[in-house]
Nanobody, 127 residues
Framework: QVQLVESGGGSVQVGGSLRLSCAAS????????MGWFRQAPGKEREGVAS????????YYPDSVKGRFTISQDNAKNTVYLQMNSLKPDDTAMYYC????????????????????WGQGTQVTVSS
């Protein structure tokens, strides 16, 4: 059974940083794409980063490019999202997901491309 557990959320001020972690279990030995998504109240879930678990390919939308960095530690089956220069618009529940096709690590893929999801961790950025 695949399980994804996010951690690292919290409250920060504008310009601050946070690092989110996503620990995966039950999905070892498989390659594909893992991603981070966020959803603010009243808005659709949107992807903010993705990474190919079998290599180094990554993708970021323009809204976070240069501020967010996705990385992985395969030995720990963990994916990270380093978020810098945070803005109030970054406030949302952040989710990690996996099970997407390889090409989702080089282009944007919508949530339905991902088969497994974590429960989320809240990020709040205040001015």
């Amino acid at each position: 059974q695949v399980q994804l557990v996010e951690s690292g959320g919290g409250s920060v001020q504008v310009g601050g940083s946070l690092r989110l972690s996503c620990a995966a279990s039950g999905y070892t030995g498989k390659t594909g794409t893992m991603g981070w998504f966020r959803q603010a109240p009243g808005k659709e879930r949107e992807g903010v980063a993705s990474i190919y678990t079998g290599g180094r390919s990554t993708y970021y939308p323009d809204s976070v490019k240069g501020r967010f960095t996705i990385s992985q530690d395969n030995a720990k089956n963990t994916v990270y999202l380093q978020m810098n220069s945070l803005k109030p618009d970054d406030t949302a529940m952040y989710y990690c997901a996996t099970g997407a096709p390889d090409f989702c690590s080089v282009m944007y893929c919508p949530p339905w491309r991902y088969n497994y999801w974590g429960q989320g961790t809240q990020v709040t950025v205040s001015s």
